[in-house]
């Protein structure tokens, strides 16, 4: 999706917000509160049968018959979708200072610790909004503490500089096999620029407690090629 799920979308598939919503005050919902990134649903819940994905996919049968099915990416689909075919630092070049960022993304630095609806900030040059920044996004990848994209090819020639070497082909998918999911992009908290391109860390697969909403994981969905 050029957005990740929003908690309006939530409730058309599923009936009803989850029980902890960004947005919820003691009056009541903040009227924006439907177009604010999901992040109160952990990875099991909305991946498992009857959840999210079930039934949007069902909703979107034809005739009974299945159509191709929505999703969550692997992480060489992600990285693909938020880097759009750039070789810069961040999508939007090689500053990495506030100013440069300010325009794309909702941070430590300019989010004023909390979520904001989707689509306020600029989107990549392929139209995807939010890729980094207000919610980590969860893929189908397990988390490992090495990170592929980030590693380099081996040389045996150590006068190479860091920034001159390659960097190791994204495979798809990297981890097959884990105990938490992957996460990508960083959240309204993280440092500003949310690790340039990417940002990697692990989120939990199972149901939270009940500060769970201090959690800022959401889902952004793709979409199987028929």
């Not at 993304?105 to 980094?132: A, R």
């Not at 989120?203 to 959401?218: A, F, K, L, M, T």
Request: glycine residues 12%.
């Amino acid at each position: 999706g050029i957005f990740p799920v929003t908690y309006g979308q939530y409730r058309q598939v599923m009936g009803k917000y989850p029980l902890y919503t960004d947005g919820a005050t003691s009056g009541g919902k903040r009227p924006d509160v439907a177009f604010r990134p999901l992040a109160a649903v952990p990875y099991n819940t909305f991946m498992q049968e009857g959840g999210f994905v079930a039934l949007l996919n069902a909703r979107c049968a034809y005739q009974g018959r299945p159509v191709a099915g929505f999703g969550l990416p692997t992480e060489a689909q992600w990285e693909c979708m938020a880097r759009a075919g750039t070789e810069t630092k961040a999508y939007w070049g090689d500053g990495l200072n506030l100013a440069d960022y300010d325009p794309y993304e909702w941070c430590s630095g300019n989010s004023g610790s909390g979520q904001h609806p989707v689509g306020l900030k600029l989107p990549n040059p392929w139209g995807f909004y939010d890729t980094l920044g207000n919610v980590n996004e969860y893929c189908c990848d397990f988390y490992s503490a090495t990170d592929p994209v980030n590693d380099l090819v081996p040389t045996d020639d150590d006068t190479i500089p860091l920034q001159d070497r390659e960097p190791v082909p994204i495979v798809d998918p990297f981890y097959e096999t884990g105990s938490s999911r992957l996460l990508k992009g960083g959240s309204y908290g993280s440092v500003g620029n949310c690790g340039s391109r990417t940002y990697n860390s692990n989120g939990d697969n199972s149901e939270w407690y009940s500060g769970q909403i201090s959690y800022p994981n959401g889902f952004r969905l793709c979409r199987e090629a028929n």
